[in-house]
């Protein structure tokens, strides 16, 4: 097969939205699927000291208790967003670490401009059975 839709599942990690304040992310059950890629998008807009935006990377044994990925155990750029952004940005994150709830989402201070739209998707793909959909 020359596709990917049958060997991948993708769900919502943060909803988009215009972002007024921190958006904790969905929990994300690896469960049946030994890889997890995210994709942000982080809109175009005026950061500045007291206007962040922070991508964060959370795990869980139990779906429950999350504590902050290290950085051992992702390959992606989580840094902070603080200067002007005139255009859109993606980031991509590859979640290599062994725990089976991940929640991605992003830490906002300050108010944003009103136009600022943040979200991201989950794509877990090496599943143990396929086809997927």
Do not use: C, Q, W
Not at 23 to 40: E, H, Q, V
Not at 85 to 106: D, P, T
């Amino acid at each position: 097969m020359r596709e990917l839709k049958s060997k991948i599942n993708i769900v919502e990690a943060a909803a988009p939205a215009v972002a007024k304040a921190t958006i904790a992310g969905n929990a994300i059950d690896r469960k049946g699927f030994d890889s997890l890629t995210i994709l942000a998008v982080i809109g175009a807009g005026a950061y500045a000291a007291a206007k962040t935006v922070t991508p964060v990377l959370t795990e869980s044994d139990n779906g429950t208790d999350y504590t902050a990925v290290d950085a051992a155990h992702y390959d992606g750029d989580l840094s902070i967003v603080n200067d002007t952004l005139a255009a859109n940005s993606e980031r991509v994150i590859a979640y290599i670490g062994h725990k089976r709830y991940v929640k991605f989402g992003f830490t906002v201070a300050g108010t944003l401009d009103a136009n600022v739209l943040l979200g991201a998707y989950a794509i877990k793909g090496h599943p143990h059975l396929m086809p997927t959909a």
